[in-house]
């Protein structure tokens, strides 16, 4: 088996994610433009990797860019090249030819990675029929993928490879959406993620990739207002990502496949390089334990390198930890936030509000502080203070403070405030 070589460090990284992936199976949904851009060589020497670790694969592929190509060259016309749309007789043998290529190519390149792999009649489909007044012809939707075949595959150490192309009842063949197939595969063999793997680096919300961003959270902004999705080629993948998340799927990647050894670096590593579409139990805000002040000052060191926040160390951390949330993504830390109580006073401050660069703008600091303001309501305070230098903006802007006075502060906070010298805003909000 040819596997590129792995830097020791990139192999730490890989080696803490494969006891839990370990005999668990992804969907890698290859899109055919990352195929006909010459990129499936290092994707399948990916794939290989994945497979050394002994991570079961189902290979999912589209063919619209083979079909637009194969069209160009005959000077004709397609209904449809995604498999979204109408597909009438000539569509549908291109679409056949196309599909015919791209699998042939991935047994291929499978074949030189000292790979086994079939291409299985496992997708029972049926006619999408007339929708709206319009008859979809030959186009159709996953009926049922046939889990005893692939997982038969799997068993036997055999990657199932599933061109975009079922079988209804009476074996007509019937185009069908590559995006609609992987959920449809995902949710019959239990797969614990689905990779898009695309010519485009993920979900954007106006010019902000989006690192992650949970199901629900995705539902919304897609049923809002589909302009915010960038690219606009995006949107039916993230409604499957949506559709594939409600079924049971707990994580959704949509990556740009033209990256260099771009599955690799989505997959084993916390930030990732796309898009993660989670469930609900990807991410959540925690209490901190002891064990977590190292990963805390890890995560605010360059914050107060910058003066951002007020210096702290390791011990004084430790000491105070009971006052420390952490939010962990995928199990790691990526932000952090203190919640110092005033008892006596009904009054709480927010302090030390920290989130790791690689997921800022994605609404992880107000999730953070609503959870500090749900927190003082519920022990009966009335007011929250925060002292800033830099994110005061944020802090009245986004969150609802506004600036306040000296006065504000309890006098053993006051006393320190006027030690450190910082001069940083006093804000207060009220609850």
């Known amino acids: 088996m040819e596997i590129a070589a792995i830097k020791p460090s990139e192999l730490r990284g890989i080696l803490q994610y494969v006891p839990r992936f370990r005999d668990r199976t992804f969907v890698i949904a290859l899109d055919g433009a990352v195929v006909e851009a ?16 002994n991570i079961k694969v189902v290979i999912v592929h589209g063919a619209a860019a083979q079909i637009r190509r194969l069209a160009a060259a005959e000077g004709r016309t397609v209904s449809n090249a995604d498999g979204s749309g109408p597909a009438d007789e000539p569509t549908l043998e291109l679409a056949v030819r196309a599909a015919n290529q791209v699998a042939h190519e991935i047994l291929s390149g499978l074949s030189a990675q000292g790979l086994r792999a079939a291409v299985p009649n496992a997708l029972h489909a049926r006619p999408i029929g007339i929708v709206k007044g319009v008859d979809y012809r030959r186009a159709g939707r996953v009926e049922r993928a046939d889990g005893a075949l692939l997982h038969s595959l799997l068993d036997h150490q055999i990657i199932p490879v599933l061109p975009p192309l079922g079988f209804d ?5 019937l185009r069908l959406n590559s995006d609609a197939v992987a959920v449809a595969v995902s949710r019959v063999l239990s797969a614990v993620k689905i990779v898009y793997v695309t010519p485009y ?13 949970p199901a629900e959270e995705l539902e919304k902004l897609l049923e809002a207002d589909a302009r915010l999705l960038l690219p606009e080629e995006a949107r039916p993948k993230a409604c499957c990502a949506v559709e594939a998340c409600k079924a049971g799927v707990p994580r959704v990647h949509i990556i740009n496949g033209l990256l260099e050894e771009a599955l690799l670096a989505e997959v084993f590593s916390p930030e990732g390089i796309g898009t993660l579409i989670c469930t609900a139990d990807y991410e959540k805000i925690r209490p901190a334990a002891r064990a977590d002040a190292p990963a805390i000052y890890r995560l605010i060191r360059p914050a107060m390198g910058k003066e951002e926040l007020m210096r702290r160390t390791r011990a004084e951390i430790e000491r105070q930890i009971e006052d420390f949330f952490v939010m962990e993504a995928d199990r790691r830390p990526i932000a952090c936030v203190a919640f110092h109580p005033y008892p006596e006073l009904r009054l709480g401050e927010v302090a030390c509000l920290c989130v790791h660069p690689a997921h800022e703008n994605q ?12 927190l003082a309501r519920e022990c009966g305070f009335t007011r929250l203070i925060a002292l800033s230098t830099q994110a005061y ?17 309890p006098e053993e906070r006051k006393e320190r405030y006027l030690r450190a010298a910082r001069r940083s805003k006093i804000l207060v909000k009220d609850l």
């Open 38 to 53: 010459g990129r499936l060589r290092a994707l399948l020497t990916d794939v290989a990797v994945l497979r050394s670790l």
């Open 393 to 409: 903006a944020y802090f009245e802007e986004k969150a609802g403070f506004r600036e306040g006075r000296l006065t504000d502060l």
């Open 169 to 173: 009842g009476e074996g007509r063949v």
């Open 201 to 213: 680096d993920g979900l954007r919300a106006g010019q902000t990739l989006l690192r992650h961003i």
């Open 363 to 374: 609404g992880v600091a107000g999730r953070l502080l609503r959870h500090v303001e749900r």
